[in-house]
T-cell receptor
């Protein structure tokens, strides 16, 4: 089956620090990969995606590269802000159907 | 379009009672999904519809759970004889079929607490 393993949190960083949240996956077939973000009291929002090997997804200063050889899709940001505090979910889909999510990583940025 | 709407936002119910949640997808989206998210976990797939047809149900969806989308627009998720283990956030999402993943939109969820 399909599964996503995500770096356990919570993660606490100071403003302007470098962020990495690790994500690895197993999939039957050739998945598309995603990072979703959930701000307090809000629904899940798509942050970025990559649909094939070596693709880099990017948005709002966040980046993640689809690494087929290591089955990974690590999320990075060079300089985090307080407004980045949220829960981040790595996810995959095979075909055009349901998403499989990781357990989420809670990120807190302190000024 | 205001996105995917879910009602109610919060529901507290006594164990053994029935509850029903509603999801209104983006109007032009013909696919609708239900997920459940428990504390500290990622969302887990429950079921999805293409138009009014329910195409897949997860093993998580016990006999006490039923979902409908009678006219291919809004959907309801009913839980009968609620148990404390049903306490979770229930998320709805919609997408157009065949458009890839830019069109997958989540609602804000319904938080169920069974006491």
């Amino acid at each position: 089956g399909n599964s996503v393993t995500q770096m356990e949190g919570p993660v606490t960083l100071s403003e302007e620090a470098f962020l990495t949240i690790n994500c690895t996956y197993t999939a039957t077939g050739y998945p598309s990969l995603f990072w979703y973000v959930q701000y307090p009291g809000e629904g899940l929002q798509l942050l970025l995606k990559a649909t094939k090997a070596d693709d880099k997804g990017s948005n709002k200063g966040f980046e993640a590269t689809y690494r087929k050889e290591t089955t990974s899709f690590h999320l990075e940001k060079g300089s985090v802000q307080v407004s980045d505090s949220a829960v981040y979910f790595c996810a995959l889909v095979v075909g055009n159907e349901k998403l499989t999510f990781g357990t989420g990583t809670r990120l807190t940025i302190i000024p | 379009d205001t996105g995917v709407s879910q009602d109610p936002r919060h529901k507290i119910t006594k164990r053994g009672q029935n509850v029903t949640f509603r999801c209104d997808p983006i109007s032009e989206h013909n696919r609708l999904y239900w997920y459940r998210q428990t504390l500290g976990q990622g969302p887990e797939f429950l079921t999805y519809f293409q138009n009014e047809a329910q195409l897949e149900k997860s093993r998580l969806l016990s006999d006490r759970f039923s979902a409908e989308r009678p006219k291919g627009s809004f959907s309801t998720l009913e839980i009968q004889r609620t148990e404390q283990g049903d306490s979770a956030m229930y998320l709805c999402a919609s997408s157009p079929s065949g458009t890839g993943w830019d069109g997958y939109t989540f609602g804000s969820g319904t938080r169920l607490t069974v006491v």
